[in-house]
Every structure is written in C-alpha cells, then in structure tokens.
C-alpha cells in the first residue's frame, strides 16, 4: 500500500505509473494508493508536514490539524536540531534509514581503528564515515586481508579517505616515541634524551647548606618521622605524606617547622595554614646535580621558615620585552613572493625598519638608534617559530605556502611603532607576551565583517585611538587600546553586542520566546544592567521557548530576571580556564630531572656499572657536599632541651650540700654496680648450665639413634633369612621326584 497527502496540484492518476513499475519490478500482485485528504491550506512548513506525515503513518502519531499546531511542531524540531548539534560535533544524519546491515562491519571495522590510534569515542562514527565513503564491499574485503591496515589505507587513498586524522597519527608517533624498531637492538647508543616527568620525587632530593632561615638563624633539612612537638627544620615530602597535616591545619611544633610539599600536576595545595608557592634550589642525591623545583612551603611551628636572603646577589641587566608575532600574506605582499620567502627574515626588515639598528646620531630614518640607550647590539633579541602555512593554517612547504608566520622578541619600546605599522605589505603585527605564548591584554581587536582593507585604513587615519590593522585568515579589523575598544566598536559594528575585554565566561539563561534573537536578548539584558553576547540557542522547553547560551564577562547581577514573557533564571554554563591544570615546572637537565622523577631509579641509565661499584667513587675532589641534618639530630636537640629545662628548676642551695649528695650519688651506683656483677655471674652460670644440658641431651640422641640402627638391621637380616628358608622348601616341594614317576608308570 502507497500512503500519499492530496496536495491540490498533483493529481492522483500521474502516480499509476511508477506504482506499476514498482509493481513489476518487485512482483507484488497489486498496488493500492491511499490518498489522505487535505487538511491544512498552504503554507510554507512542507518539511515540519512530510516528517509530521511519516511518523502518523510509521507510528501512528496524530496530524496537525491546523497552521498554528504545524507551526509549533515546526518550531520544537528546529530548535531540537540545533541542541543536536552544539551537543555533538557533526551533522547528525538519519543513518538508520539507509545504512543497511552493516552492523558487525562496523563494530569490526571500529575496534581495527581503535588499535591504530583512533579515540573510542570517534571510532563508530569513523566506520560509518569509511563505509560510506569507500563501500561496505571494499571494507568487508580488506577486512579479510592478511594485512587489515595496510588494505584499509590501499582502499582509502583511493578515495582520499583518512582513517586517521593529522593530531590522532602524531599522537600515536609520540607514544611510541624511542621505541626500538627492528629485531634487534643496537649495542652501544647512548641515550641523548631521557624521560622527563613532571613529578618530582622529594625523597630524592636535599637541600644545600643555609637554603632556609627563621629568626634570623638558618634551618636544616630533617626527614618526615623527626617531625614532633618540639621540632626545628623543614622536611621536603610529597602530596601524599602531607595530606594529614594539611587537613588537619594545626600547627605541631613550638620551634620553627614547615614542610616543602611536591604536589604532582594539575593538584592544588589547600589548607589553613599559612603557606606560600616558591622555586626551591635542590640537589638530586643520585647524581649530585643541582635543580630549581616548584614546592609549596607549609608552616607546622610557631616561627616562620622562608628562603634564606643572599645579601650579596649578583645583578642582572633586565630589559622589557615583548614578542611580536607577523603573518605575512602572500595575495598582499607586492613583491615577487618566491624572493621572499627564501629570505623572509631579511624583507621583513625591510618592510619594517626599525627592526634594523641605525648608527647615525640625528638621523631621522625609519630605524631604531637607541635613544633609550638600552645594552643592545640589535633591536630583534630572538627569532624563532618560523612557519610556511597554507589558507587554513595548515604547515606547508616554503614553495607552496600562502602565508608566512614568525615570532620576534624585541624591545617594548619599539612595540607601538611595529603595532602602527601593521599591515603595510601584507605584513600584520600582533602583540604578546615575553614567551610568546598570550596576546597582551591592554590591546583587542574590533573584527569587521563587511569592510575592507581601505576602509579599514581610511577608519585607522579618522580615528587616532586605533593602534593598528589587524587580520586572521579572511576576517580583518582595527587593533585599539582597551579602554577605547567600544568607541571603535560603535563604528565598525553598531548593531552587535559589546564585550569589554577580559576572560568570558558562559551561562545559560532562558526560556526566551521563540520569536526572540540575538539583538533582543542583548538589548533586554543590557535593559538588566549586563552586558552580554547572545550567541546561539540551546534546550528547548516545550510550550516556552528555548534556552539561549550567552557570553559574558562580568557575573549576572541576579540569577532569575523578571521580563514580560515571564522569569527567565541564569545558570552557569563554562568558565575560562577551569580545567586549566595546575603544572609543576623544575629547572635542571634532563638526566638530573630523570633520576628526580618519581617512578625513576637512583641510577642513571647510562651510567659505567663499574664507575658504581668503585670502593672509591664516593669521593669527589673539589665538589662541595649538601650538609644534610642526620636522623639523630632531633634526638639530640631534644636532650639538649631537656637538659636545659632539668638545671633551670634545680634549687639554687644545692651548692650546699653536695658533697653529701655526691657520696650518696656514689654509694648507689656502687650497689647498682655490684647488683650488675651478680646479675652477670648468675647469667654466665645458667648458661653454662644449658650447654652441658644441651650437649648431653645431644649425646642421648646419638645413642638412641644408634641403636635403633642395630636393631633395624638386626630385624632385617633374620626377615631375609626367614625368607630365604620358605624359598627353599617351596622349591624342594614343586621339585619332581623320581619314585613317583616310575609308580605313575
């Protein structure tokens, strides 16, 4: 049976044909056609009718009698479609309708991938994607091949299919990054880099001679059981043996006391005593090398432990610097583009000059003259990260790159002068910090979607707060200072939404009805007193509306908002840097890190096995040992105290009479003396006593068993001569006797 909807405008007779077809091809005996009436007047919801049409006729699900139920059926499914796709990360096809059954194909097909480096999560619908692209049968007998992987890649390179994307493959590469290739390994090699891991192994290490003062005397280092009441040092301990004391938050010790914790990457220190984050110089016990390692110190005493200050540190010249980032774009630049890329550093100069350093003095040129009289040769301290990318930002050879991208650390004061000059040859600056790592954040950039590079410029020379041109790919705009970024923000794009700059954070604030968008959820909001950047919708509420995800960068001054559709609440949605990980960074070489590491052993890999086991190898001519505090070191600090604390109670007359205490004092150790005598004589007896016990009891032992020997052997001999006997008479029995034959005859 055919199920179709009379539209008004084909009429029923012009489907006879393809139902005879269908007819034919498919041998069925008839084929009827059900015409539905129509019940709704036109309109321009045909998708929301023909899936409202397919789930009455699949499911029996009730049609939508008139415009205004259509509608919102029409409604709920956008917004459905839309939460689907911010929930996932692709388009979400109907593959139940025509896949096929290509189950175990794909669950085959998935757990091969998986083994190659795809992630879990992506490897079901990688299959699908490979299924779909190169064929089921393709993949099915590449399956059954000798070699899987090799005819899976054979089959997807003729179709230009990637298993296996860019950042997944250098995943793999790097996991298995010093693995030896081959049978055999070769003899010989020497490591030039060991593993490095962030986690550094306290008990590995020790701090050199007056690392740590209190009170203005310096500290030593002790070990995690000399830690008590009374106590004085610091103790370097990792997260795990700190934790009590961190959760308890009570100080242990009178004297000075703290611990240096080693927490492993990503964890944070918390507790309520008083305790500080600090690089602290160490020396790795393995092979004697220095290392600087995050730690923090916690304080356990009633003193305060810290660094010891060196009065006579040694000064550094320290210049303020920046990095300056330049993406040079190969449809701007007006010279021939194949010189420039052989010497892109050298035209860079050109086009900037006051990267170039001009000893004339009164000069007016383009060039740095150091008017600063900053210690430098040159004005381009450092050049590093040079890289030849395609459109998209993808790492391409010198020959075929259209953009060439570069970091120079220069002088903060020649930072402007390149900023202003961004853009000239299709040259565009980007301020950053020292390491190169993050945009400053006292310039922004006011994007334009609809200007161009003259438009750009023309707006750069009437607004004199602008800074610069500014482009990222295909989007252009006008870097400005950030207390002017709303002024040029009113004139590239007057109609969006302004955010100050800053970290943004996201919420989730709805129901909004569903006519609403994004310029009258920023004006309401902004009505609210936040400033806000509607930026797409989210869950739908059924009968309501839907939720919208908004950016923002200050808090909501209320959770729930009162408008005249209704309340609308406010909830957190992603935060900047919340799953930012905390990471412990150690200065030192690889080796020396290595050993430190936790997990790792004492000895170094490369280390001569007979350098180790030289009697004489723990002496190091002209090397200064680290003072480490012996484990009885408290002990004594703890007599000494007690000591101190007996003679200050002592009554002052003793003076007086103590002769006669002292004889008395004589008197008694003598007793003690002579009782100790006595009480070794009658030890060395009742040992004396227990030998001759012991040996005896030995000697009856021997004879015992020497007579049992005897008597064993005694008693076998006459079992054998019993034996023997029987023998003889069974024989002399079976023996046939020469009487009795001649009888029997």
Not at 476 to 486: F, M, N
Request: with cysteine.
């Amino acid at each position: 049976m055919v199920h179709t909807i009379d539209d008004g405008v084909i009429e029923p007779q012009v489907l006879q044909p393809i139902l005879d077809v269908f007819k034919a091809h498919f041998d069925f005996l008839d084929v009827v056609l059900h015409v539905y009436p129509r019940l709704l007047s036109d309109h321009s919801m045909c998708g929301a009718a023909a899936i409202a049409f397919l789930g009455h006729i699949i499911v029996g699900a009730e049609l939508p009698v008139d415009l205004e139920a259509l509608g919102y059926m029409h409604s709920n499914m956008k917004a459905s479609f839309v939460q689907a796709l911010f929930d996932g990360t692709c388009c979400i096809c109907p593959v139940s309708w025509g896949s096929g059954g290509n189950g175990s194909l794909v669950k085959s097909l998935s757990a091969e991938l998986v083994k190659h480096g795809v992630p879990e999560n992506l490897s079901d619908q990688r299959a699908q994607q490979a299924i779909k692209v190169i064929g089921s049968e393709m993949v099915a007998q590449a399956m059954g091949s000798k070699n899987v992987w090799r005819s899976l890649k054979q089959a997807g390179n003729n179709v230009r299919f990637q298993f296996l994307l860019p950042e997944e493959l250098a995943a793999v590469v790097s996991n298995v990054k010093g693995v030896p290739v081959g049978k055999r390994m070769k003899k010989g090699v020497i490591k030039s880099k060991l593993p490095v891991s962030e986690a550094v192994d306290p008990s590995k290490l020790m701090l050199p001679a007056d690392t740590f003062q209190a009170e203005g005397h310096s500290v030593a280092q002790i070990s995690l059981k000399q830690i008590g009441p009374i106590t004085r040092g610091i103790a370097l301990v990792s997260m795990e043996d700190a934790v009590p004391y961190l959760k308890a938050g009570k100080a242990v010790s009178s004297e000075p006391l703290a611990i240096a914790v080693f927490p492993p990457p990503g964890v944070l220190v918390e507790t309520s005593l008083p305790h500080s984050k600090m690089l602290v110089p160490c020396v790795c016990i393995a092979n004697n090398e220095p290392l600087l390692t995050e730690a923090v110190v916690v304080q356990l005493g009633s003193g305060f432990v810290a660094k010891q200050v060196v009065s006579e540190a040694i000064p550094m010249d320290q210049l303020d610097v920046v990095t300056i980032k330049v993406m040079v774009y190969k449809d701007e630049y007006p010279g021939n583009w194949d010189e420039f890329v052989s010497t892109p550093i050298k035209h860079l100069a050109k086009i900037f000059p006051v990267l170039t350093r001009c000893e004339r003095d009164a000069c007016e040129c383009g060039a740095w003259h150091n008017q600063e009289n900053l210690p430098l040769k040159d004005p381009m301290l450092d050049v590093w990260r040079r890289q030849f990318l395609q459109n998209g930002f993808k790492p391409v050879s010198a020959s075929k790159a259209d953009i060439f991208s570069v970091c120079v650390r220069v002088p903060r004061t020649i930072m402007l002068t390149l900023l202003s000059q961004s853009g000239a040859s299709g040259a565009y600056t980007e301020a950053r910090t020292p390491d190169g790592k993050d945009v400053l954040p006292e310039f922004v950039i006011v994007w334009s979607a609809k200007m161009s590079h003259s438009e750009l410029a023309h707006v750069m020379q009437t607004n004199p707060v602008v800074t610069g041109l500014a482009r990222l790919g295909e989007r252009r705009g006008l870097r400005v200072h950030t207390d002017h970024a709303q002024k040029i923000h009113d004139v590239l794009r007057p109609d969006a939404a302004f955010l100050p700059g800053g970290p943004k954070s996201q919420f989730v604030v709805g129901p909004f009805p569903w006519g609403s968008d994004r310029n009258a959820i920023n004006k309401a909001l902004k009505q609210a007193d936040w400033q806000v950047k509607a930026v797409q919708p989210t869950q739908p509420i059924p009968g309501r509306g839907s939720m919208w995800i908004i950016q923002a960068v200050d808090m909501p001054p209320s959770t729930i908002f009162h408008m005249s559709h209704g309340e609308v609440v406010v909830s957190k949605h992603k935060h900047p840097d919340a799953n930012k990980p905390v990471v412990t960074q150690s200065v030192g070489s690889v080796s020396t890190l290595s050993l430190c590491s936790a997990g790792a052993s004492d000895v170094p890999t490369d280390s001569d096995p007979w350098l180790n086991a030289d009697p004489c190898g723990s002496y190091n001519k002209g090397k200064t040992q680290p003072v480490v505090t012996a484990p009885n070191v408290g002990l004594q600090q703890l007599e000494e105290r007690i000591q101190n604390a007996v003679l200050a109670k002592l009554p002052s007359n003793m003076e007086d009479d103590a002769p006669a205490r002292l004889a008395n004092l004589e008197s008694q150790v003598q007793q003690l003396m002579h009782k100790n005598m006595t009480l070794e004589g009658q030890f060395t007896e009742f040992s004396q006593q227990s030998t001759s016990q012991f040996a005896l009891v030995q000697q009856q032992i021997q004879q015992q068993s020497q007579t049992s020997h005897g008597q064993l052997e005694s008693q076998t001999q006459s079992v054998q001569a019993m034996f023997g006997s029987q023998m003889t008479q069974i024989r002399t029995l079976l023996a046939k006797r020469p009487r009795d034959d001649a009888s029997m005859e």
